[in-house]
């Protein structure tokens, strides 16, 4: 079973930054970050591979949020910068059961291991 633990939500006003982190069991499968704001669908923001390459940033955050891992550390970063109201959601991260990240997109239905979610407040 794997277990993940996110933390580092809070709240921040428009314009800076946060960074999450998640904290796995394992250090050997695709992982990605999510976000779900309230009355919308669980939206995906990145994912990356086993050795460290990110694939699939969504429009809304690409050029803002950096995905990272440090396998030696058995942990997942989501830095976020530029944040903006519309960024307010909890924040989940997740895991496949493979090491490799196939596909361009991040689907919630790929990813089978999911944190119990950090919650980011943007105010402006």
């Known amino acids: 079973q794997v277990q993940l633990v996110e933390s580092g939500g809070g709240s921040v006003q428009a314009g800076g930054s946060l960074r999450l982190s998640c904290v796995a069991s394992?250090?050997?499968?695709?992982m990605a970050w999510f976000r779900q704001a309230p009355g919308k669908e669980r939206e995906g923001l990145a994912k990356?591979?086993?050795?460290?390459?990110?694939?699939g940033y969504a429009d809304s955050v690409k050029g803002r949020f950096t995905i990272s891992r440090d396998n030696g550390k058995n942990t997942l970063y989501l830095q976020m910068n530029s944040l903006k109201s519309e960024d307010t959601a909890m924040y989940y991260c997740?895991?496949?059961?493979?090491?490799?990240?196939?596909?361009?997109?991040?689907?919630?239905?790929?990813?089978?291991?999911w944190g119990q979610g950090t919650q980011v407040t943007v105010s402006s």
């Open positions: 997740a895991a496949q059961m493979v090491s490799y990240c196939s596909g361009s997109g991040v689907r919630r239905t790929a990813f089978v291991y």
């Open positions: 394992m250090n050997d499968r695709c």
């Open positions: 990356i591979n086993t050795g460290g390459d990110a694939v």
